[in-house]
């Protein structure tokens, strides 16, 4: 069955880089159809979708992050990252690494989530 | 970007009642949208995809409708379990966007 696993520092500098790694067991990243992503819940609040990228290495990015935002895979190491450079506070969150299949599905694998808080 | 509107933002239900979510799309989104359950502390879960396709394990009490901009999701009969958050998600563009949540509370 799979699994995500998300890992990555629980804090992180204003103004520095945020990076998460999404380890994936169960199943290889290097499938046909499948894409790899990134959704983040600020405290208290709602879902908002990071980007994508699948499994030929295309991104798809969410315009309010992409001057920051970078989505890449690891195919021997079978893990996606992420990397958002130049935090503020409101970049606090948890964050969560999730799998989808075709370009339209659902997202039907999530990660647990992993807690980053900006603070100095 | 296409935004996803849902309502109400917060309902109270008792156990056995009939409750039904809107959501409703800046665009059309075709039957391109997908409904999420989230319970504190936990990643959402998916419910339904392609609109109204339940995914495997998700009781029968759940089901969605519609397509272009206008889309539901209902609970047939709310069981405790179903206490949660309720997130839909447009996944017609390859820039993908959430509602901003409903959360079913109890009576």
């Known amino acids: 069955q799979l699994q995500l696993h998300e890992t990555g520092p629980g804090l992180v500098k204003p103004s520095e880089t945020l990076s998460l790694t999404c380890n994936v067991s169960g199943g290889s990243i290097n499938i046909n159809n499948y894409f790899w992503g990134w959704v983040r819940q600020p405290p208290g609040k709602g879902l908002e979708w990071i980007g994508n990228i699948y499994y030929s290495g295309s991104t798809y990015y969410n315009p309010s992050l992409k001057s920051r935002l970078t989505i890449s895979l690891d195919t021997p190491k079978n893990q996606f990252s992420l990397k958002l450079t130049s935090v503020t506070a409101s970049d606090s969150g948890v964050y969560y690494c999730t799998r989808y299949m075709g370009s339209s599905g659902g997202d039907d694998c999530w990660g647990q989530g992993t807690l980053v808080t900006v603070s100095s | 970007d296409i935004q996803m509107t849902q309502s109400p933002s917060s309902l109270s239900a008792s156990v056995g009642d009939r409750v039904s979510i809107t959501c409703r799309a800046s665009?059309?989104?075709?039957?391109?949208l997908n409904w999420y359950q989230q319970k504190a502390g936990k990643a959402p879960k998916l419910l339904i995809s392609a609109g109204s396709s339940l995914q495997g394990g998700v009781p029968s009490r759940f089901s969605g409708s519609g397509s272009g901009t206008d889309f539901t999701l209902t609970i047939s009969s709310l069981q405790p379990e179903d206490f949660a958050t309720y997130y839909c998600q447009q996944s017609y563009s390859s820039r993908r966007t959430f509602g901003q949540g409903t959360k079913v509370e109890i009576k």
């Open positions: 665009e059309t989104v075709g039957t391109y």
